[in-house]
């Protein structure tokens, strides 16, 4: 299968009335795929349901139960993942879900009629040296919006990372970092960005911003288990330190240590080293050096 | 035709690979039409045409134009609105118009390929207890997104709204206003919000956050006009005085006064009243009291 499921049936068509174009009522996640398997889905289809649980797509109170189910929907986009994924060596399966078509107007319906989409993307690796030796980072003017009640969930609504994306067309860089409003660090436009200092792991907490990013959460744990201490926070670039060692972590590509942030170069360390090899062996092979 | 024009043949579907729902990546308008005439089209295009260009939707720096141009576009978008509108007593004309299809990936195309959605929906008047004696207004949790890249502009990233809208269910409840994170009023889910007080029109200046309204844009010229000084601002709720006339503003509807905010009553009185005569003047004739 290229293309879409829609539903579970093959099509590359949507309804125009559907919710998630018209407002960007909807979440996705983009789930790597490897040798045929999909990538830690247990955790995608974990923030997916938090994500659905936070924009209210269950029933509203006193209203019937929607129909498919949060855990039917869930359950069907598991295995329709595993579906597009099965047999590929690599490559990407995206999945959204939205909250259906519906008459116009803002109101969600009562009983939304939930619509699951699965896509499959073949991908190409990273360069190598990407891996090897870091890569460069710029900063994004364009700011991240800020909105805590839809702060690290992966919602439709993606107009900022787009936005700072157009800001460049270098290929050498490989990233952009965005900040809020406040100037404090977010993270990247496609990834989560983390901060080594001494003993200590930091990354943005994303309590106004931002996207909580499943290789995120895996890093985190992973850091824990070396006997780092991780620290959710909020840093601003003047804040980072000559000799902190920074990366960036995403589902597809697992860490990208940084070896220059707007322009200046960056040590890249030996504990991002160690923090790849063991996604590397959780499953992150990509990570291995 | 009902329902949706793509590109300007009869369709209710369109491409998954829409970057209009993939990421939000496009922008919309709603347009009044009466006795058969789009109300206030060009403006509504020129707000469009703004918006376009703030998000970049001609082409990159250096890259060939895109095809069709913007100005191709806007002139198809406005026949369009007007083929919809023909014949008809009394609707709504809702147009987007999205980056179009590309690879997967924020970074937008150098030359997209714009795609245009025309629709049409018939629409029952509001209650005339609306205008006549106000509207209930009620104070959403849900803040409003803060960014200025995109503040003022009508995008497809609305979540925001929907969150807010789903607050409540109650008929006799309008309108819920929104504030931003710091406190400030940012307007209604689907209108713009203003304060007479005295002989000055206040409204929300929206450099971070909001729509900046067609109706807005009416209601502020009329009432320089009338002889009032106008201001765009940042109010909290708590700087609102009882003896302000509040009252709420949309392209569809035109003006509702406000009769009570959070539960408490307001006025509605002869300054909002004389600004309501002044809108009917100009084609709102809904605000004919």
């Not at 795929?33 to 659905?52: C, K, M, W, Y």
């Not at 490559?91 to 008459?103: C, E, F, H, L, P």
């Not at 460069?136 to 609504?157: D, F, I, W």
Request: glycine letters at 10%; a neutral charge; proline letters at 7%.
């Amino acid at each position: 299968m290229d293309g879409w499921l829609l539903d579970g049936t093959a099509a590359p068509m949507l309804p125009i009335s559907d919710r998630g174009l018209q407002y960007g009522d909807g979440l996705f996640e983009t789930i790597a795929v490897r040798s045929g398997t999909p990538r830690f889905l247990d955790r995608h289809i974990a923030r997916l349901e938090a994500g659905l649980q936070a924009l209210g797509f269950a029933a509203q109170p006193g209203a019937a139960p929607i129909s498919p189910s949060l855990t039917e929907t869930l359950s069907q986009v598991a295995s329709e993942v595993a579906r597009v994924a099965s047999g590929r060596s690599a490559g990407v399966a995206k999945v959204i879900v939205t909250r259906g078509s519906a008459d116009r107007g803002y109101r969600p319906p009562r009983i939304p009629q939930l619509r699951r989409l699965v896509g499959w993307f073949p991908s190409t690796p990273p360069p190598r040296h990407y891996y090897v030796d870091g890569v460069e980072l710029r900063v994004c003017s364009t700011p991240a919006s800020s909105n805590p009640a839809t702060a690290g969930h992966k919602t439709l609504c993606r107009l900022d990372q787009v936005l700072a994306c157009a800001e460049w067309d270098d290929p050498d860089t490989a990233e952009g970092l965005m900040l809020d409003t406040n100037g404090h660090i977010v993270g990247g436009t496609m990834s989560n960005f983390f901060c080594l200092r001494n003993d200590r792991l930091l990354t943005p907490a994303l309590n106004t911003c931002g996207i909580a990013g499943i290789m995120r959460a895996v890093v985190l744990e992973q850091a824990a288990a070396a006997g780092l201490a991780t620290r959710l926070v909020d840093l601003t670039l003047d804040e980072l330190r000559d000799d902190d060692e920074l990366f960036l972590t995403n589902s597809q590509f697992g860490i990208w240590p940084v070896r220059s942030l707007a322009g200046r170069g960056r040590r890249v360390g030996p504990r991002t080293r160690d923090l790849m090899s063991r996604l590397a062996a959780v499953g992150v092979e990509e990570c291995a050096l």
